[in-house]
């Protein structure tokens, strides 16, 4: 595995450095800085709505997240969990658009097929790399565009709403599919419950059970772990399982909370977003609350830049972009002058 | 099939070429650069303002062409000098790539500039047929001609090229025989990073003409997809970018009868790609393939050893 052992030091650093090429670019468009930063601030956790709204972005970024850890600390480059996203929601309207009951029990069916859904998506890269010899990078890929054209078939073809055959979106779940909501807000308290019950249950996977800990040896030498008795492939797959499951739910919470209906953009682009916030986090599952959170005020942040001040709604992303790049780059500095500084001692001996 | 329609999935099929073959070469000399989505749409929209703002498409493909490359020499600068996974920072490039292209390029979304003109060749335009679909075409579309076949007779009929693939393969074997491992990767790199970034140019002064967001949609990622397609072999990935072009077209053409169909028909490359890789796996297979060269050779090929790591001497 990739253990990035980063200094606190770069880290604010890294930030600032981050900072400083955002407050740049500004200055070339012309925009005034401090009114940015403040309205990212007022924008996403200025008020109560506000800060639901941000929490809604936060759970399924966070989902998408976890997921992904799951898979690199057992030293899987997942890129797939687009697809296994898409599969938990679709998974979700099925069940939603068939099954009639009272909410609670549509609710749980929900979510189980969600989690079904999405761990078939993630076992079938994982079959794919343990029994086909497909690397996970190029499967996972492969994966989530098939997901995407299984999404467009459902919702112009057999989904599709009455009498039109558009890429907009299918019906509307019937309201019994809905997650409930707090009143007068678009947050919803069942979406937090899944977001956090389930970074716990990673966390605790990783620093307490004896599972985690293989996993980790897994990903960090897999011949070693093999050779100390570790059945590593049935590893590998609970971990693309495990993290497709997770993925799913992000589904769930994105058809059922969000959107209330499928449409073809109900990844949200949270499964690529959250290779960020993984690779940011150096692969600490206990860093993931705070990223998920500064990323989802930056995505809320973006829609107000762009009421308020007309910039383009992709400089949230732009900004995340920087973010990341600048603590990769000095991640890697950081090793390299380590390495140098050995290198100088090991001769001076 | 009627030539002008043959010649449209020729056209179509350009941007695509440029950037196979560009990630083919960066990939047969050991470096993964999984930024494609990202620097084609940062080289379109590059591409497209710089012409926009001076009327030169010289300059503009010369941009494309240096904004594809800086994101891949970014790639193998992590790698070899920090040592960092080129998977990540492709990953990050790509985001960043997509973000800063739709962000730099908001003023000129949807408006006219210039294009390459069609530049029909004198006699070998008038053959029947072959005429319109291969030499009624720009010289965009010419240059990837070329390029195929250079790339090929470069990669497996020269020194330069047995070498390139020696450092792909066996870094530390070509390092011990005297090749300067980490400097011929900067170098591939960067001309297989310049290759995409035209690729880019392609399209936005050529195949789908001016700026608009998610412009190249999703082209980056099908390259890299083509490239596992065919092998790491140029004439094969070329083949590939036809087969896709010509997939694309009939999409377009099939709309009016199943619009159901054409919707999914774009997302072959993707399964295709899977079989690639399974097939390439299969022991079965590879013993088909060792047994009757001949049509071995189309279905055989093996990603470079050492792709994706660095190298540094001990």
Excluded at chain 1, 74 to 87: D, F, K, S
Excluded at chain 2, 23 to 29: G, R
Excluded at chain 2, 252 to 268: A, G
């Amino acid at each position: 595995m990739i253990k990035i052992d980063l200094n606190i030091i770069y880290y604010v650093a890294a930030l600032f450095v981050a900072i400083i090429l955002v407050s740049i670019l500004l200055l070339l468009f012309n925009v005034p800085i401090f009114e940015t930063y403040k309205l990212l601030i007022i924008g996403s956790v200025g008020s109560i709505d506000k800060l639901g709204d941000t929490l809604m972005i936060w759970v399924p970024l966070t989902l998408a997240s976890t997921s992904l850890i799951m898979t690199f600390k057992a030293g899987l480059w997942n890129i797939g969990v687009e697809g296994q996203i898409v599969a938990g929601a679709v998974a979700t309207s099925f069940v939603a658009r068939e099954l009639h009951a009272p909410t609670p029990v549509l609710l749980s069916a929900m979510l189980i097929a969600s989690v079904l859904g999405g761990a078939l998506w993630g076992g079938l890269v994982g079959v794919l790399k343990i029994k086909g010899g497909v690397n996970e990078i190029f499967g996972g890929l492969g994966l989530d565009f098939v997901a995407t054209g299984m999404i467009v078939y459902l919702v112009i073809g057999p989904w599709s709403r009455k009498g039109i055959a558009s890429t907009g979106g299918t019906e509307p779940f019937q309201s019994t599919a809905w997650f409930p909501t707090l009143e007068g807000m678009r947050l919803s308290p069942l979406s937090i419950v899944i977001g956090v019950v389930v970074l716990i249950i990673v966390i605790f996977i990783f620093s307490k059970t004896s599972f985690g800990v293989k996993l980790k040896a897994t990903g960090l030498n897999p011949l070693a772990a093999y050779r100390l008795g570790i059945p590593t492939s049935r590893y590998l797959f609970s971990a693309f399982l495990i993290g497709g499951g997770i993925a799913g739910l992000a589904g769930l919470t994105q058809a059922a909370s969000m959107h209330h209906r499928l449409v073809p953009a109900i990844s949200g682009g949270y499964g690529f977003l959250g290779i960020l916030v993984v690779l940011l986090s150096g692969f600490r599952p206990a860093l993931i609350l705070p990223i998920t959170f500064l990323f989802s005020m930056i995505s809320m942040g973006s829609v107000q830049w762009q009421l308020r001040l007309g910039l383009h709604s992709s400089f949230g992303g732009v900004f995340q972009g920087i973010l990341v790049m600048t603590v990769i780059l000095l991640t890697g500095y950081q090793l390299y002058r380590r390495r140098q500084l050995n290198f100088k001692s090991d001769r001076n001996k | 099939m009627s030539p002008e329609i043959l010649a449209i999935i020729v056209s179509y099929a350009t941007p695509l070429v440029f950037a196979v073959i560009g990630e083919t070469i960066t990939e047969k000399a050991g470096v993964v650069n999984l930024s494609l989505d990202g620097s084609m749409l940062l080289s379109a929209m590059t591409g497209f303002v710089i012409g926009y703002m001076t009327g030169s498409l010289y300059l503009a493909v010369i941009a494309a062409a240096s904004i594809g490359s800086i994101m891949a020499l970014t790639i193998a600068f992590s790698s070899i000098v920090f040592r960092l996974n080129q998977i990540a920072v492709g990953i990050v490039l790509t985001l960043l790539g997509t973000k800063l292209a739709a962000f730099l390029g908001q003023d000129f979304v949807r408006k006219p500039g210039p294009y390459v003109q069609n530049l029909p060749i004198p006699v070998l335009e008038d053959i029947p047929y072959i005429g319109t679909i291969i030499f009624n075409q720009n010289i965009m579309v010419y240059s990837s001609y070329l390029l195929i076949i250079f790339t090929f007779w470069f990669i497996f009929y020269t020194k330069a090229g047995l070498n390139l693939q020696a450092i792909g393969e066996r870094p530390e074997a070509s390092f011990s025989r005297g090749l300067q491992v980490n400097k011929l990767r900067y170098l591939y790199t960067g001309i297989g990073g310049a290759l995409v970034g035209i690729g880019g140019a392609s399209f936005s002064l050529d195949v789908k003409l001016g700026w608009s967001d998610g412009h190249v949609v999703n082209f980056g990622w099908i390259s890299l997809a083509i490239v596992i397609f065919g092998g790491w072999h140029p004439i094969r990935a070329a083949f590939g970018c036809y087969f896709f072009a010509f997939l694309q077209v009939f999409a377009l053409k099939l709309q009016p009868i199943l619009p159901r169909l054409s919707q999914v028909l774009p997302i072959m490359p993707f399964p295709l790609m899977i079989i690639t890789l399974l097939l390439i796996n299969y022991k079965t297979v590879q013993n088909f393939a060792d047994k009757y060269q001949f049509i071995g050779n189309l279905i055989k090929g093996r990603a470079p050893s050492a792709i994706g790591t660095s190298f540094w001497r001990q």
